[in-house]
């Protein structure tokens, strides 16, 4: 079974995403800030992290960083609100994140890509 | 910061441990003799008063050992000196007399008294009482003395009202204090009670969710029964305000982040919960925070049904109720009337405008607005708000309206309007701002000047090298430099060529910085 | 006679004592419901606001972020990276170096990749030459203007700043503040809600970071400090910003942004002839000079304060630096309150002279004389034997009390609004200086408040003639800083 990290703030958001994944029969971790993500990227074999920008302690990009320096094979989506700067999409990109699905998002959409990610 | 409370604290000591003066007049101070000897018997030692037994008289023939003994005898207080004569009375039956000494010199009685009344009125001595039999402390008993006040009646009048008043004041204040913390206390044990339920709620709230929006479909949504909708949040939670309120502000952030389908189903689940009854009650509650939540549900849930109960405030006195009600009406009408805004009387903040340019701006990709209305306003900070509109959304079709407007509106309001101009750079209309260049106001001119660089013309460059020859203020005359150097590069390098003064010199090498550019 | 006199003077002290208590309790309870009323408020409205859309907004004000340095060269680097990534739209940050003797500009030209440029300096408002104004080659330190010019204080300093700025709301701050990410979206907020009365500053809270953990810029983790006087600062700082400045907000009669993290109003600001640099309290003096220009005018206007804890700055925890930091606020205050004392008890001035100037006058400018007096007051009536040891037992134990419940409601009172000291230790570590505090601490700060006065009276900065003499206008800075800047 394929693992997919999810670092998101709003457990909300993170349950539904898990909630949706799990019945396509991924195994989930979920964590809501970016001192927790960063362990769980450090300890967990992952296939996928899904990431949020915005977030308590550590922002997105810093996870990014890390993912890429210490997991560089695992894929990253990054989904963010929209309203956030450029920048931030533009240098996610850079960093070379698969894909990023801004705010306000549906569900279903980043099943099939996250599906399409894996597949591939 | 330096709040000092303290200075309570020391100030408050120092006032009342200060308890009673009381300054004495040539008024008798001892009723009569009786109460004079009283008063001897209780205070014990007085400064420069003694006290001996004599035979003045001489009706005794004493023993010589006897009366050797009572001329050197003598006493400091009043009470050994009577004890001593009844000794003498008891034992020699001799029944001698007390002489009176005041400084070694034998005295009358009336001449002692008098001493010890002046003692008094100076007080140099403070009147004791022997054991304090009648139970009052030493304030009341001095307030109660026979003496009277210097200033007639006020300071032993003051003395009990200012112990009253503090010991009241100190009570109300602890009452207060204390009533304040208790009031906190619970405050806080709540607060922290409602986040463990907040933790609780959302995680029973989740999964239901999440069953709903991912397995069900829209008709099935609301074709559901009560019995299965309280199979996914039970009727019993339903009754409790505080989950109500979880579920709903937790269905309204879905509802921000969720796109298509989902946003439907929300809405769906919304009004099959009745929470949107909920809604419309809020909108006619007291509170203005209550009102405020109320109209925000019905903006994010497009309760359209409100409209009507929303009309109702967008003229309230309340910033925040007439703030989100405008943006309420503006999200919800199909017909975009802008009527409505245009008659608003209370001026508009910036705050304001922004909130509403969000919405109009995301509206206007999908529906015709009339924002040319808002030009009519009676209410200035509407019209300003107006041709900011045409400038953030780019109604270029506006502008033939704006400049006609332009030569009746006040100076405030050419500014908003050149700007927009400027902003859209349309460089036809040059009539108002080389008009508004020869204008008193300097903001006027030094916007229209700005604006001139982008879209003026000859005459404006004209008019700007006459403006820069009646030597301007300083941050104008850069302005005007700059416009200048974009509008006409050639008659530019001429000024500086031909001006001596420094300013000008320092402007444009200031000007030819690239590293300035855009700062 | 004598005596008699004597005794006189005594009872009137001991009514003075009277009012004063009277008015003290009055005014603590009238505090904290106010205060409390304020932030009940201030938190209701922040649940309507939506801070992200003021960050792109085309509507936004600009703001001008002034951070003046004086050999700060061991920091700065960081502290001018921190501030320009604070999350807003329209701001530039002007960092100004003060004629330091370290390294500061050096290091900033290295880091940043400055470069001299030819800007045209005009001086608005007086201050010391300029030596050269820096700009960065790198696009992307767009945002920094740097000042290189002689030293003259704090004042002259962020003068030189205002005349470089150019946005339309100056940013006053510390350079070694930490300011959080959302500082300016928030505080630039009641700029933007203006309605019918102008908006002409608006203050903020100063956190305490020492012990704290810092990352990105935002203190994560709170912890107190270690030291006595430095938890004694918490409270301090609880009571006066979130109880003082939250009830004087209240009715609109806030005389004192702190100099830490102040944001103005920059025409105003040029208008009233920007800081005086001859007080040592330059921030207090200006935002009252500001209030008087404003009333002078009749122009309805508002002082604001955000609560929100947004800016953190390190304490001093050394006795020898503290007892300097409160020498400088006292006189700061004499002074600031000597050049205005025209507006004293003055109808025309409104609550800023009926209210704020009495208030500051007794209970913060006068209150160690007043300690000092109750002290003296107190041996005399020792020394007279006119002094019963159980009422003074009684009320110490009162007054003692008293000063506890203060500190406490308003320990409670940051439990209740932020909740930053989640850890119970903290909080009982924090309920033991206020224990300690009117024992161990207070006295000292009265002390170091009487040298204060003690330093104003010998005239201690050479500017004390001009400041007994006071503005009578509030236009006033700007006519005698040309006689007075070269001496």
Not at chain 2, 79 to 85: F, S, Y
Not at chain 2, 494 to 500: A, G, L, W, Y
Not at chain 3, 249 to 255: D, F, V
Not at chain 3, 411 to 430: A, G, R, T
Request: neutral net charge; charged residues 25%.
């Amino acid at each position: 079974m394929k693992k997919i990290l999810i670092i998101e703030d709003d457990l909300l958001i993170s349950s539904l995403v898990q909630f949706r994944l799990k019945k396509d029969g991924y195994d989930t971790v979920l964590v809501k800030d970016g001192n927790a993500g960063i362990t769980a990227i450090d300890t967990e074999t992952l296939d996928l992290i899904i990431t949020d920008v915005m977030m308590p302690f550590k922002n997105g990009i810093e996870i990014i960083h890390h993912a890429r320096k210490t997991k560089p094979e695992v894929p990253i989506i990054v989904l963010s609100s929209l309203g956030e700067e450029e920048k931030i999409v533009l240098e996610a990109f850079n960093l070379g994140v698969s894909d990023f699905i801004p705010k306000p998002f549906n569900p279903n959409e980043l099943a099939i890509r996250v599906k399409r990610i894996l597949k591939s | 910061m330096k709040v000092k409370n303290a200075v309570a604290l020391v100030s408050l000591l120092f006032l009342i441990i200060k308890t009673d003066i009381v300054l004495g007049q040539d008024e008798p101070v001892f009723a009569d003799s009786v109460s004079f000897a009283n008063f001897l018997k209780s205070q014990g030692k007085i400064p420069g008063l003694q006290f001996r037994l004599v035979d003045s008289s001489k009706a005794y023939i004493l023993d010589s050992a006897l009366n050797r003994s009572l001329q050197s005898g003598i006493v400091r207080d009043f009470a050994t000196a009577l004890r001593l004569k009844d000794s003498v009375l008891r034992s020699y039956e001799y029944d001698l007399e007390i002489q009176y000494l005041i400084y070694s010199d034998p005295n009358t009685f009336k001449a002692t008294q008098e001493y010890v009344s002046n003692l008094l009125r100076n007080g140099d001595i403070e009147p004791t009482v022997a054991g304090d039999s009648n139970g009052k402390d030493l304030i009341s008993l001095a307030s109660r003395n026979k003496y009277s006040p210097f200033l007639k009646g006020t300071y032993a009048y003051f003395s009990e009202i200012k112990i009253f008043a503090v010991s009241l004041v100190i009570l109300l204040f602890f009452i207060f204090a204390f009533s304040m913390i208790l009031f906190m206390l619970i405050f806080k044990a709540r607060r922290n009670q409602k986040e463990k339920l907040l933790v609780l709620y959302d995680e029973q709230i989740v999964a239901p969710l999440s069953e709903i929006l991912f397995e069900k479909t829209l008709e099935e949504l609301e074709s559901l029964s009560d019995e299965e909708l309280n199979g996914y949040f039970p009727a019993k939670q339903l009754k409790k305000p505080f989950y109500v309120q979880v579920l709903v502000e937790r269905i309204l952030a879905l509802n921000k982040t969720m796109k298509g389908d989902f946003k439907l189903m929300l809405k769906a689940l919304y009004k099959r919960l009745d929470l949107d009854k909920s809604s419309l009650k809020k909108l006619k509650s007291s509170k203005w925070d209550t009102v405020v939540t109320g109209l925000v549900e019905v903006n994010e849930m497009d309760l359209t049904e409100a409209i009507y109960a929303v009309k109702q405030h967008i003229n309230s006195p309340n910033f925040y109720v007439r703030s989100q009600a405008v943006a309420t009406i503006l999200t919800l009408s199909d017909s975009v009337d802008l009527s409505f805004l245009r008659d608003q009387t209370f001026p508009l903040s910036r705050w304001q405008q922004m909130n509403y340019l969000r919405i109009i701006k995301f509206l206007h990709t999908t529906r015709e607005l009339h924002i040319e209305m808002l030009f009519d306003s009676r209410n200035q900070s509407i019209r300003l708000f107006g041709y900011k509109l045409v400038r953030v959304i780019g109604r270029v079709d506006l502008l033939e309206t704006l400049e006609e407007k332009s030569g009746s509106v006040t100076e405030e309001e050419k500014i908003e309007i050149i700007k927009t101009f400027e902003y859209l750079g349309v460089p036809a209309h040059t009539e108002l701002i080389n008009g508004s260049l020869k204008s008193e106001n300097i903001a006027l001119v030094s916007v229209a000047a700005k604006a001139a660089g982008a879209i003026g013309d000859a005459t404006s460059a004209k008019i700007i090298c006459e403006l820069l020859n009646k030597a301007p203020e300083f941050r104008l005359k850069m302005v005007l430099l700059n416009s200048l150097q974009n509008l006409d590069a050639a008659v530019y390098n001429q000024f500086i060529n031909e001006s001596e003064n420094p300013e000008v010199m320092r402007i444009s090498m200031h000007l030819s910085d690239s590293l300035l550019q855009d700062v | 006679m004598y005596s008699f006199l004597f005794y006189l003077i005594l009872e009137i002290l001991g009514f003075i004592f009277l009012v004063l208590s009277f008015s003290v309790i009055v005014l603590y309870m009238l505090i904290m419901i106010l205060s409390a009323m304020e932030m009940r408020d201030h938190r209701r409205k922040n649940r309507f606001a939506d801070y992200q859309d003021i960050i792109t907004s085309p509507l936004a004000p600009g703001v001008s972020i002034l951070a003046p340095a004086y050999n700060e060269g061991e920091s700065i680097v960081q502290n001018v990276k921190s501030l320009l990534s604070l999350h807003y739209g329209k701001f530039e940050v002007i960092v100004i170096n003060d004629g330091s003797k370290d390294e500061t500009l050096t290091k900033l030209i290295n880091a940043f990749e400055l470069q001299l440029t030819d800007f045209a300096y005009h001086e608005e408002i007086e201050a010391k030459p300029v030596r050269g104004i820096y700009k960065s080659k790198n696009r992307s330190y767009n945002r920094l203007v740097v000042i290189d010019k002689e030293n003259g204080g704090k004042a002259d300093a962020l003068n030189a700043g205002i005349n470089v700025s150019s946005k339309e709301i100056l940013a006053c701050i510390d350079v070694d503040c930490i300011l959080s990410h959302e500082s300016i979206t928030r505080m630039v907020r009641p700029f933007m809600e203006e309605t019918n009365r102008k908006v002409i500053a608006v203050g903020g809270v100063i956190g305490i970071a020492n012990n704290c953990d810092v990352v990105d810029g935002t203190v994560t983790n709170y912890r107190v400090p270690t030291t006595l006087l430095g938890k004694f600062q918490v409270i301090e700082y609880c009571r006066a910003f979130l109880m003082g400045r939250m009830a004087w907000t209240r009715i609109n009669g806030l005389m004192l942004i702190s100099g830490a993290f102040g944001f103005f109003k920059r025409d105003l600001v040029v208008e009233v002839g920007g800081y005086f640099p001859k007080t040592v309290g330059e921030d207090m003096e200006l935002v009252v000079r500001m209030r008087r220009h404003m009333e002078e005018r009749n122009i309805p206007y508002r002082v604001s304060f955000v609560p929100d804890p947004l800016c953190w700055t390190e304490v001093p925890e050394s006795e020898e630096i503290l007892s300097r930091q409160r020498n400088r606020w006292i006189r700061g205050t004499i002074e600031t309150l000597q050049l205005h004392k025209v507006t004293a008890l003055n109808p025309n001035y409104g609550v800023m002279g009926l209210v704020s100037y009495p208030y500051w006058s007794v209970f913060e400018k006068m209150a160690p004389v007043l300690e000092l007096l109750g002290v003296l007051y107190t041996i005399t009536l020792i020394i007279i034997g006119d002094f019963s040891a159980f009422y003074f037992i009684a009320l110490f134990i009162v007054l003692y009390l008293l000063s506890i419940l203060v500190s406490s409601f308003s320990i409670l009172y940051e439990q209740v609004s932020y909740n930053n000291y989640k850890d119970k230790k903290d909080l009982n570590k924090l309920i033991v200086t206020a224990f300690l505090e009117p024992l161990v601490i207070h006295p000292k700060i009265v002390l170091w408040g009487l040298k204060g006065h003690w330093d104003f009276i010998k005239g201690k900065g050479g500017w004390g003639h001009m400041i007994r003499t006071g503005f009578k206008k509030s236009e006033d800075k700007k006519n005698i800083e040309p006689n007075t800047l070269n001496s």
